[in-house]
């Protein structure tokens, strides 16, 4: 399993243990120099958008992977968390579906999430 690979499959455990909806994995790095991977998930509100947040922060950072730049606070509907060559998004659900990553992001190739989850 590459590096990438190890982040983005601890970013979605981490993610599933907190119970964050519809985790999506998409696989960019074919279409972007950005990051090699997004990693998007939803909560029902901003106290389960902030513990998805803090639950992935943990869980890589006890792995060694710090985060290079975290956008977005305490109260936001939005927290984009990048890693360098993983990029996670937390939203809340209506945010999610107003901004519409997938639709924007559809070049790259959509992965089962279940598989990072193994």
């Given at each position: 399993m ?9 970013a979605?455990?981490?993610l599933?243990e907190?119970?964050g909806?519809?985790?999506?994995v998409?696989d960019?790095h074919?279409?972007s120099?950005?990051a ?6 939803s ?8 513990a ?7 869980k890589l950072?006890?792995?060694?992977f710090?985060?290079k730049?975290i956008?977005g606070?305490?109260n936001?509907?939005w927290v ?15 945010n ?6 997938e639709?924007i992001?559809?070049d790259?190739k959509?992965?089962?999430?279940k598989?990072?989850?193994?």
């Amino acid at each position: 399993m590459s590096r990438e690979q190890e982040m983005t499959s601890l970013a979605c455990k981490a993610l599933d243990e907190k119970k964050g909806q519809d985790i999506k994995v998409i696989d960019i790095h074919e279409v972007s120099v950005i990051a090699d991977y997004f990693v998007i998930a939803s909560g029902s509100n901003q106290n389960q958008v902030q513990a998805l947040v803090d639950n992935v922060e943990e869980k890589l950072g006890r792995a060694g992977f710090e985060p290079k730049q975290i956008e977005g606070s305490k109260n936001s509907s939005w927290v984009l968390m990048d890693y360098g060559d993983l990029i996670v998004h937390v939203f809340d659900e209506e945010n999610r579906l107003f901004y519409d990553l997938e639709r924007i992001w559809r070049d790259g190739k959509v992965l089962d999430a279940k598989e990072f989850l193994e």
